[in-house]
């Protein structure tokens, strides 16, 4: 556990004609670095990523949470929602920020793994898939893997663990699905009482945990090997 994480430091990231907006946090002798996916409608500033985030960085962790659309394709999907939901266009975005992490001397040989919600989750996954083992460990939050599509689900070797609210029946079924097509190390955890967005009183401080877990020993495993 880190007792000080350095201020966040706002970064451009190329991805094709376009930039998009990130915070990066790198606490010292970081152990591994955290790409953040967001869910549909949101971006870097949601509260619930950043505090997750936040629990990561006390543990060590590097952060990059980064907006997937930019601001002129935010404003358009605003009215129609085609972003949003255009899982290729947020899986290249995914793969265009993992190859900027990896050029940045402060973030150079650190192991990544990704945490996606939502809509999020699926483009994690999928960019996963197409990573292979250049990606270590992937944390769903209340997502929809099953967007990712059973071949790329089948296809992803990070360990990765599901988390979802057991009053979030929909979404909770479609992560059971989703797990079954899993051929990775994989866990699925059920909070207890959360619904998808887990406002209840310590539910989102349970996903936190369990995040922080599950990079802590994936990504230290890949130190320990090293």
Not at 93 to 115: D, I, N, V
Not at 122 to 143: E, F, N, W
Request: net charge negative; with cysteine; proline share 4%.
């Amino acid at each position: 556990m880190t007792s000080h994480v350095p201020a966040i430091r706002e970064v451009r990231i190329p991805a094709g004609a376009a930039a998009l907006c990130g915070d990066l946090c790198v606490p010292a002798a970081a152990s591994g670095l955290v790409l953040f996916a967001h869910g549909s409608g949101s971006g870097r500033h949601s509260a619930r990523n950043r505090q997750v985030a936040a629990r990561l960085q006390h543990a060590g962790i590097a952060t990059l949470l980064f907006d997937l659309l930019t601001a002129q394709e935010e404003q358009v999907d605003v009215h129609t929602r085609e972003h949003r939901f255009d899982i290729p266009l947020l899986t290249g975005r995914m793969q265009e920020a993992t190859a900027w992490a990896a050029a940045q001397p402060e973030l150079h040989g650190l192991p990544a793994g990704y945490f996606g919600a939502s809509t999020g989750s699926a483009a994690a996954l999928i960019a996963a898939a197409r990573l292979g083992h250049g990606i270590k460990a992937v944390v769903s939050r209340g997502g929809r893997p099953d967007l990712a599509g059973p071949a790329a689900l089948a296809a992803v070797l990070a360990p990765t663990l599901l988390i979802v609210g057991d009053a979030d029946q929909a979404v909770a079924e479609l992560n059971r699905e989703a797990y079954a097509r899993l051929q990775c190390e994989k866990r699925i955890a059920i909070v207890a009482g959360a619904t998808h967005l887990f406002e209840e009183p310590g539910a989102l401080e349970q996903v936190a945990e369990l995040a922080a877990d599950w990079f802590t020993v994936h990504l230290a495993q890949l130190e320990q090997s090293a």
